[in-house]
């Protein structure tokens, strides 16, 4: 299956935010990576600079429908992960974590390949412990504007556990906290790219609530680490693992923070909280730590500064 010694490497979502700092990584790494996407968020732009690349190659595939292509990993990152974007097509999200997750497994079974799924801190929801421990089983609304990437990640997860189970399949499973940085989707409704945009703009700040729920903040360069990190695990380490900062801050601090660093004079303009909005998030990373010697190194101060840089670009 390999292309001599050197490992192909199946992204999917690859076009996206997280996806394309991933495809970069493994590319310097020495991977041949088969990225794919359906430009439903992610974009060509975002790997435009990887298209010249011998070893990289772009496919638009959406991975509802069954993939046949011959690789040694694969990163399932493929789901839309904000608000804004799964609540668009709530059905066609829960489709994509689920129906997605099969076709993946599939595959990984079919060639096998070791799998890895990105998970999401929204699988403990509004949570009655903090910080939040793998071990801790939620607390999500089936039925809320949020459930569908919510519930959608959890059965995927449960999928990943029975194909280990049924089928003994090397996976991997991370829970992916706030992450933050270059190539964030200008429009994607997060709190980070929104408080970024309506500072350098000058519009008003929207806080939502009190602004004093909080949130921990890890820079898209020390997740791809962990992502990596938990690749390369044996096949006894099977997650999931919390990969996120657990230095939590307020909404509001976040807010002040990205005013002061961009001179910005906005003003705060409180707007009511969305439903099932959780009021606390910060992960407990010890099992990370532990097992796979893994910890952001990046304050949030310098990966606020150089996401700025980003954003500022695009609105010149």
């Known amino acids: 299956m390999r292309y001599g010694d050197t490992k192909r490497t199946l992204v999917t979502g690859g076009a996206g935010f997280i996806g394309s700092h991933l495809c970069e ?16 968020t992610g974009t060509r732009a975002n790997v435009a600079h990887l298209l010249g690349e011998s070893r990289f190659e772009l496919l638009r595939h959406d991975v509802t429908f069954p993939l046949y292509v011959e690789v040694d990993e694969i990163f399932n990152l493929a789901c839309p992960a904000s608000p804004v974007h799964y609540q668009f097509d709530p059905v066609q999200t829960t489709k994509t974590s689920v129906i997605g997750a099969i076709n993946m497994l599939g595959l990984a079974k079919r060639v096998k390949a070791k799998i890895l799924q990105a998970s999401t801190s929204e699988v403990y929801g509004d949570p009655e412990i903090h910080p939040q421990t793998e071990d801790y089983w939620g607390r999500v609304n089936p039925i809320g504007f949020r459930s569908c990437y919510d519930e959608g990640k959890r059965c995927a997860e449960t999928l990943f556990f029975d194909y280990r189970r049924q089928h003994n399949l090397p996976i991997k499973v991370v829970r992916i906290f706030n992450t933050y940085g270059p190539r964030m989707h200008p429009n994607d409704g997060r709190v980070v790219s929104n408080l970024i945009l309506q500072a ?3 519009e008003d700040i929207t ?7 909080t949130r921990s903040f890890c820079y898209v360069d020390d997740l791809i680490e962990g992502l990596l990190a938990m690749m390369e695990t044996g096949h006894e380490v099977t997650g999931p693992i919390n990969i996120g900062n657990p230095v939590e801050v307020t909404i509001r601090q976040l807010a002040e923070i ?4 961009t001179g ?12 099932d909005d959780p009021r606390q998030r910060r992960p407990n990373i010890t099992l990370a730590d532990q097992t796979l010697n893994w910890r952001p190194s990046i304050a949030l101060h310098e990966g606020l ?3 700025i840089s980003y954003f500022a670009q695009l609105t010149q």
């Open 25 to 40: 990584r493994l590319l310097a790494r020495g991977h041949n990576v088969l990225c794919v996407d359906n430009f439903f």
């Open 200 to 202: 350098l703009r000058g």
């Open 207 to 213: 806080l939502y609530g009190d602004g004093l729920q």
């Open 258 to 261: 990205i005013i002061n660093m």
């Open 264 to 275: 910005s004079h906005s003003k705060f303009v409180n707007m009511p909280l969305p439903p």
């Open 305 to 307: 500064q150089r996401t």
